[in-house]
């Protein structure tokens, strides 16, 4: 069966810290993509990053980084230098490519929090 | 080139009332995916239509819950008879017809049932 697992239910720590939230995943399938988004207080869903399968590099976009390691079935996502804005429901997603239909499987998200 | 678009965007309801809530889709995207997200929970998967299509309902209650996506006009999403467990946010997003990877997301709505 297809699930996502974000073990760290909530995370606080104080501005400048780097810090690290995990996503581990369980698929049949070969092909597959996944995600995370971002949910601030205000509600609305945040598109961060798309990952496939095939594509095992590591990537960086300012101060996130994606750790995406198919060998343990993670895809890690870690801020650098974190501030007071990214304190947010983090979601990591897998797309569901079995159904045929894309449909997105979520996992139970971490809560952020960012203290001055 | 406007996002997907929600309304309302919080809506009340009393026990036994029907909650019809609605999305348009990005302009040129003829998918739709609808998620509920539970409180304190993570979104769930509800149905994925095409236009004047169901394609996957496998996530939607099996009584009370509908969803319709017409040939013109946004998609609806509609709780008949609605129970305070029903209070949710409810997520749309779309995507375009070569890629249903790429799914772009509405602001939700927020139903409360009193």
């Known amino acids: 069966a297809q699930k996502v697992t974000q073990a760290q239910t909530e995370i606080s720590v104080v501005e400048k810290e780097d810090v690290t939230l995990d996503c581990v995943y369980e698929?049949?399938?070969?092909?597959?993509?996944l995600f995370w988004y971002k949910q601030p207080p205000s509600g609305e869903l945040v598109f961060l990053i798309r990952?496939?399968?095939?594509?095992?590099q590591n990537e960086i976009s300012g101060r996130y980084s994606w750790n995406f390691q198919k060998s343990t079935s993670s895809f890690n996502f870690t801020i650098t230098a974190s501030q007071v804005v990214d304190s947010a429901v983090y979601f990591c997603?897998?797309?569901?490519?079995?159904?045929?239909?894309?449909?997105?499987?979520f996992g139970q998200g971490t809560t952020l929090q960012v203290k001055p | 080139n406007a996002g997907v678009m929600q309304n309302p965007r919080h809506l009340v309801r009393r026990r036994g009332q029907e909650a019809r809530l609605r999305c348009s889709p990005m302009?040129?995207?003829?998918?739709v995916y609808w998620y509920r997200q539970l409180p304190e929970e993570g979104l769930k998967f509800m149905v994925y239509?095409?236009?004047?299509?169901?394609?996957?309902e496998s996530g939607m209650p099996k009584e009370r819950f509908s969803a319709e996506f017409p040939k013109e006009g946004p998609s609806i999403l509609r709780i008949q008879q609605v129970v305070r467990g029903d209070s949710a946010a409810y997520f749309c997003?779309?995507?375009?017809?070569?890629?249903?990877?790429?799914?772009?997301f509405g602001p939700g709505t927020r139903l409360t049932v009193l």
């Open positions: 997603a897998l797309s569901d490519f079995s159904s045929n239909t894309g449909k997105l499987i």
């Open positions: 997003a779309s995507s375009p017809p070569t890629g249903v990877n790429e799914q772009f």
């Open positions: 698929t049949r399938d070969t092909t597959y993509y």
């Open positions: 990952r496939n399968s095939f594509d095992e």
């Open positions: 302009k040129g995207h003829s998918h």
């Open positions: 239509l095409q236009k004047e299509n169901i394609i996957d």
